[in-house]
Structures are given as C-alpha cells and as structure tokens.
C-alpha cells in the first residue's frame, strides 16, 4: 500500500507542486497564492463578494489502492468539511450541473443521428442494447471459437452495415488528473457559449441556500438557471433567510472556472502540495467537469465535416458517414468507455490521429488503453455491472446481459465481504427491508437473459437468508414484484416459462443443507 502511494508521488511531478518545506514559509506562500486567486475574482466581479476563505483548512489527500488493476494502482480523493473553495465549488457545481443537462438537448438538437455517449447509469447501456439487438446486423458463425486474436480492421465500404467486432471497452488513466487546465477552460467555455445560445441567455442565476439550523447534517444548497433579459448589475443581498442569489456572466463563470482549478492546494500528510493539473478527485465539481470536457470532443468529432473548396457547405462523404454509423454504438460512463461493432475505433481515439479525412476524438494527452480481461473469453466484456455477452442466432449478431461483480475477481478472493447488512444491525428498518426491491429492480433492469435472472434473483434470496433475513418475507416479496412487473420476460413467460417456480426451486435448493465432508483419514503414528 505504502509503495504504491510513494511511487505514485514520486513518478508524477508534473501533478503535484509541493510548497515550501519549511511550515511557516509554506504559510506565506499559501495566503499569496489565495490573494491572487480573490484579487482576480474582485476584478472580473467586484460586486459578488466572493472570496477564497484564507481561514478555513485545507483539504487533505485520503489515498486508495484499486487491488483489482494490474499492477496495483492509486486513487486520491480530496477530503474536506470545509476548505477555502467550499462556497465557490458549490457554485461552478450548480452552474456545471445545469450545463450537463442543457448540453444534452444540444447535442440532440445537432445531432440527432448520433445518441449522445455520455451516460448516468448502466440503464442506457441496456437501451443501446436492444436497439443494437433490433438491428439484426450480420453476426460472426462462432463467437467462442474466433479466439483472441485482432485482426486488421477491414476497410469501410458506402453500402455495407458496420463490420463485426466484438464489443470493447476503454479506460481512460488517471482522467481527473490527467486533463490540462488550458484545455479544460477551452472546453467548458465552448460548452457554456452553446448552452447559453441555446437557452436564448446571456447569463446563469445562482442561488445559494444556507444549511438549516434545525438539521445537524443540513448542508448549503445551490441551484442554477438561466437569466431572462439583462443581466442585473446590482450586488447581491442576502434575504431574511441567508438565501442569496448570484449573476454571472460567460465570462464571469470562466474567470470562477479558472481560478477553482488553481485553488486546489491540498495538505498530503505534513506537507502541502498544489496540483498543477487536473482537477482533485472528491470535490464536488469534478465529475461535472471531467464529463463535460470528454463530451466537447466527442461532440466536436460527430460534427467534423470537411469542406470542399467548390462548395462552401460542409459535406460528408458516403464513406464517412459509414465510419461515423459506427460510432453511435457507444456508451461512456465518467471515465469508461464501451463500444459495439466499431472495427475504427482503435484507430481514431486522439486526434492526432486521422483515418479516411476524419479526425480522432480525445486530445492526445489522455491515455486511453483498451481493457483486458484474461479470465474472459473473447466475446464476453465488462462494462458497469454488466456482463455483456455476444452471440449469433442464425446469422444475426445479438448481445445478451449477466450481473458482473467485480468482487468476484481472483484479487479478491482472500477477502472476506459482506454484500448486505445483517437483519440484526442497527440500519434503518425500512432501508432494510427494501434491499431486496432494490436489488431485484436492479436485476430487472440489466439482465436480458432469463436464466440467468433466475439464478441471480435466487442467489441474491440466499444472501439475504444468510443475512438473516426470513425466507418466507423475501419470497412474498418476490411474488409481489413479479405481480406488479408483468411485462418482465413477458415473452418468455408467455411462451411457459415458470419464472416464479424456477427461482423459488433453486432458492430453496440453496438453501437445503448440505452434508457434512467426510473426516480425514487418520494417519499412522509415526507419520
């Protein structure tokens, strides 16, 4: 653990800036670099009032190791209650969060061939799914039997569907600290202008809720919108309530983007380090800003279009636009990556990377190697929590679903873990109770194959009983939702399939006892 912390600090200087040594001198450069940071913010919004709180401690670093990667690497989170870019990353969340979503009609908007890549949870993998299944695109014979092996992407043709390839997935390393501020700024500026165009504003409203004082965990809310008509050029003035609202800008909301970004001085142990690129994990912006910076580009390479010099409108050639087809089968979560029948993909991740006029999609500074699973066959890929699967039926290339726990990886065998609280702890009953809901809503949602559906849902009864939840309460339940979700398998339930019966069966053949081993075999005395 200690070794990959070191290793990790010391092989990646171009991250972290430590301060001086010396704790007092390290002082003085800490209130310096905070009162450049206010003194931009005076000049670009001398009327806000907003300010780095110089007071407030600094946030630390709180280090993991990922024991599933190979080698074994690092995650750093930044951990704070409170530090002094609190109030102001409340605010770039809330504007973020509010471009997130606005983003995505923009894209649909310019893009409606093309399904936006940037997703929230696995539900939209399994959308992409069964549109994917509905295609009926032509399929490989034998799966299984095809190996490893990567051949050379065939060449695209005008006419001819995508050709097959097995689905596959990308990790983007150390995306957090991996992304340019210059570039990120570039990015996020572009995305704030098509928003603003988009929502007919010239500015975004913040407002800001102090805590309840009734409420010992209560925390300050923020909530962003767009402005109507001129931007108002009055100081904000707190109600009655402590409620205050603020108006910012393009600019304005680049100049609080940029100075967060420098804000981010944070204590590893006695010492005291800036991170000079990216952005720490475990503030609240973060995801907001490493989703919309990877949106940018992949939006950008869905427009490229080249121009002939005869026609001033932008065109695509028939040979493109079949390249392009085969993007759209792409799903991205945060900083994973998941692909279907895209032979090009490998070919065109950066754009210093060009195939058939058309530009790659990520800035070459990011590092994005293709995942590898040596326990899997070829046509099996982990994305999320789902196994996905590929097949041919006659003919046809279809993909299936499993549940995929990463907990059941080779690094984790010698751990000893617990997937569910005991029915005797002190959680909360009704958060108890409804386990079993929420992990039968979470089978049903990404699981396509019945059968294995019903081993799942049975495995999941018997983890529960082991729990010392009552077997009769879980199965009540599990006749409950499968009553209130007919349309679960309806196909296959129709056809005769015995859903309930099939898994209280294997239930209660977990559950049966099993015999005891036999006793070793004695050995002689001597021995």
């Not at 007071?55 to 709180?62: E, G, L, M, Q």
């Not at 092996?149 to 097959?164: D, E, G, I, R, V």
């Not at 500026?189 to 098509?194: G, Y």
């Not at 499968?482 to 129709?494: A, D, G, K, S």
Request: proline content about 10%; charged content about 15%.
């Amino acid at each position: 653990y200690v070794t990959c912390l070191v290793h990790d600090l010391q092989s990646n200087p171009q991250y972290y800036s430590p301060l001086d040594p010396d704790a007092s001198r390290a002082l003085v450069e800490r209130q310096a670099h905070y009162a450049r940071l206010n003194a931009e913010l005076h000049d670009s919004m001398p009327r806000h009032g907003l300010r780095y709180d110089v007071n407030a401690p600094d946030a630390y670093y709180a280090g993991t190791v990922k024991m599933h990667k190979t080698p074994p690497s690092t995650r750093y989170l930044a951990c704070s209650q409170d530090c002094p870019s609190t109030h102001i990353s409340l605010i770039v969340t809330a504007i973020l969060r509010l471009f997130y979503y606005t983003f995505q009609r923009v894209w649909r908007r310019d893009l409606p061939n093309y399904p936006i890549w940037m997703c929230d949870q696995s539900a939209a993998v399994i959308s992409m799914l069964h549109r994917y299944n509905a295609q009926l695109f032509p399929g490989a014979p034998d799966p299984a039997a095809a190996g490893p092996s990567n051949p050379a992407p065939p060449q695209p043709t005008a006419a001819a569907p995508p050709p097959f390839a097995y689905p596959a997935a990308y990790d983007f390393t150390r995306l957090y600290t991996n992304l340019p501020h210059a570039l990120i700024l570039d990015a996020l500026s572009e995305i704030a202008h098509k928003c603003m165009l988009y929502s007919n504003s010239s500015f975004v409203s913040v407002t800001v809720s102090p805590p309840n004082p009734r409420s010992e965990d209560s925390k300050a809310t923020a909530y962003a919108a767009f402005g109507v008509g001129a931007q108002p050029t009055r100081a904000p003035v707190p109600s009655k309530t402590g409620t205050i609202t603020y108006h910012f800008s393009l600019a304005q909301f680049c100049c609080l983007l940029s100075t967060l970004l420098r804000a981010t001085l944070i204590r590893f142990g006695p010492h005291l380090v800036h991170q000079i690129c990216g952005i720490p994990m475990g503030i609240p912006p973060a995801p907001f800003i490493a989703n919309l910076f990877l949106a940018y580009y992949e939006y950008e390479f869905f427009r490229q279009v080249p121009a002939r010099a005869s026609n001033p409108e932008p065109h695509q050639t028939s040979v493109q636009r079949a390249i392009l087809a085969a993007f759209a089968w792409a799903k991205r979560y945060l900083d994973d990556l998941c692909a279907l029948r895209n032979a090009w993909l490998a070919r065109l991740l950066k754009t210093d990377q060009t195939f058939h006029g058309l530009r790659g999609i990520y800035p070459p500074q990011l590092d994005i190697p293709a995942q590898t699973h040596p326990s899997l066959a070829a046509h099996e890929l982990p994305f999320l929590d789902v196994l996905l699967v590929s097949y041919s039926r006659d003919g046809k290339a279809r993909i299936t679903t499993h549940l995929y726990d990463k907990r059941c990886q080779d690094a984790f065998k010698g751990i000893r873990l617990s997937r569910f609280v005991h029915a005797s702890s002190s959680v909360n009953e009704a958060a108890k109770r409804n386990i079993f809901v929420g992990q039968f809503r979470r089978l049903q949602r990404v699981i396509l194959d019945a059968d294995t559906f019903v081993v799942e849902t049975a495995v999941l009864m018997y983890t529960l009983v082991r729990q010392n939840y009552p077997a009769r309460f879980l199965c009540d339940k599990l006749r409950d939702q499968l009553v209130r979700w007919p349309q679960l398998f309806m196909l296959e339930r129709r056809a005769g399939l015995p859903l309930e019966r099939r898994i209280l069966t294997l239930f209660a053949t977990l559950c049966r006892p099993q015999p005891p081993p036999p006793p070793p075999r004695a050995l002689p005395a001597a021995t």
